[in-house]
Structures are given as structure tokens and as C-alpha cells.
């Protein structure tokens, strides 16, 4: 499993752009980029998905160069809930199933 | 649709006492992950079922931890006997697994307090 790093902590005011990335050097050619929230005392929660270039959802973009050894997740105005952990996963299938590997993640704290 | 659901929600026990946590799934996901998450860390993956096999539980301590997923659906981990260590909180996932590109969905957790 290719292994990723992110920063421990971001702080961000709220209304402002937040871009977390990501940095997976390792990355197997079917691995896929996912990105998940945790807020405190629950599970993680599913956020975005990619492969290559770029993907957007309701939530959140997700920025992937053409080499695949780093991606951003970007948060667009984020608001005092966006505060939460958020953990990028690089996996592909292993053994008929999908792998998901969680690092430390990143914890964003927004300040109002 | 209903999420994945575990129970019970709080528990505290004694070391070298046993203890049992409880996963049902979203209907039709093929896929089970039990994963272990200490105060202040990730998720740490305990045991991965596809279906009612396991597919990856290189991180369970099978000296006291065991888990099981019969006819494919519903799981239980266990653990006997609990050390204080052990305190933490256990979640469940689930997924579809159809293909790379699949979203998990975890439950709640359970969380455990050895003392």
C-alpha cells in the first residue's frame, strides 16, 4: 500500500478556501485517492474520490496532477462544522476487495 | 438507506475481562471492516471480511482478539482477555465493493473502557 503524508494541523478562518494536500509518492497504477471526515465521536465519513485531474462534488474538489504523487483536497469556504480531521487514503483493489489504510490525517481547526 | 449499526455504543470492563461488539451492515455490502482507533490516531485496520471470509487480518492480535462474520452479514469482534490497552474506540465499516472506486460507510463505534 502506497503510503501517504499530511500535515498534522491547519487552522483557517471561516468563509476562506482551505486546500489540504496530500503527498503519496508510492502510488500503484489502480490506486485511487479518497478522502474522508472525522468528527469527534464518529465515524469517518466519505468525501471525495479521484483518480486523475480534477473531481467535484456538493462538498469538495479534488486536485490530482498528472504524475499522481500528490493531491489537494480543497474546502471552499469553509465554516466552523468543516472543523473535523481529514484523512486521505491511497488504495486499489488487493485480493478481490478494496484496501482502506487510514494515516494520522489532518486536523483542520476553523476560527471564526 | 440504513447505516451500519453497532452496539453497544458504551462499554467499560475490568482487564482480563471479556468483551463483544456487535456490527450489522448495510444491507447488500459485501465487504466488513473492523478497525481499532486510539485517542488522538487514525483508524487502524483490524480485520477485513469479504463476504464471510477474511480477506486481510494482519494487524489483529489473535492472541486475544477473534472476529467473525457468519453467513456474511452481520459481525462480532471479541476480545478475551481485555488489557488496558485495548481502551479505544472499535468501529465498524461496510461497502459495496463493486470495483477500486467504492465508498465505505462506518458506524457509530463502540467505545471501550478497560480498567
Known amino acids: 500500500l502506497a503510503k501517504t503524508t499530511q500535515p498534522i494541523s491547519m487552522d483557517s478562518y471561516e468563509g476562506q478556501e482551505v486546500n489540504i494536500t496530500c503527498s503519496h509518492n508510492?502510488?500503484?497504477?489502480?490506486?485511487?485517492i479518497t478522502w474522508y471526515q472525522q468528527f469527534p465521536s464518529q465515524g469517518p465519513r466519505f468525501i471525495i474520490q479521484?483518480?486523475?485531474t480534477k473531481v467535484t462534488n456538493e462538498v469538495a474538489s479534488l486536485f490530482i496532477p498528472a504524475d499522481r504523487k500528490s493531491s489537494t483536497l480543497s474546502l471552499p469556504r469553509v465554516s466552523l462544522s468543516d472543523t473535523a480531521v481529514y484523512y486521505c487514503?491511497?488504495?486499489?483493489?488487493?485480493?478481490?476487495?478494496?484496501?482502506?489504510?487510514f494515516g494520522k490525517g489532518t486536523k483542520l481547526s476553523v476560527i471564526p | 438507506e440504513a447505516g451500519v449499526a453497532q452496539s453497544p455504543r458504551y462499554k467499560i470492563i475490568e482487564k482480563r475481562q471479556s468483551v463483544a461488539f456487535w456490527c450489522n451492515p448495510i444491507?447488500?455490502?459485501?465487504?466488513l471492516y473492523w478497525y481499532q482507533q486510539i485517542l488522538g490516531q487514525g483508524p487502524k485496520l483490524l480485520i477485513q471480511?469479504?463476504?464471510?471470509?477474511?480477506?486481510?487480518d494482519s494487524q489483529l492480535p489473535k492472541d486475544r482478539f477473534s472476529a467473525e462474520r457468519l453467513k456474511g452479514v452481520d459481525s462480532t469482534l471479541k476480545i478475551q482477555p481485555a488489557k488496558l490497552e485495548d481502551s479505544a474506540v472499535y468501529l465498524c465499516?461496510?461497502?459495496?465493493?463493486?470495483?477500486?472506486?467504492?465508498?465505505?460507510?462506518f458506524g457509530q463505534g463502540t467505545r471501550l473502557t478497560v480498567v
Open positions: 465499516a461496510s461497502s459495496r465493493n463493486r470495483g477500486t472506486n467504492t465508498e465505505a460507510f
Open positions: 508510492n502510488i500503484a497504477t489502480n490506486d485511487y
Open positions: 479521484g483518480y486523475k
Open positions: 487514503l491511497v488504495g486499489g483493489s488487493g485480493a478481490g476487495s478494496y484496501q482502506l489504510t
Open positions: 444491507s447488500g455490502h459485501a465487504t
Open positions: 471480511f469479504q463476504n464471510n471470509g477474511v480477506v486481510d
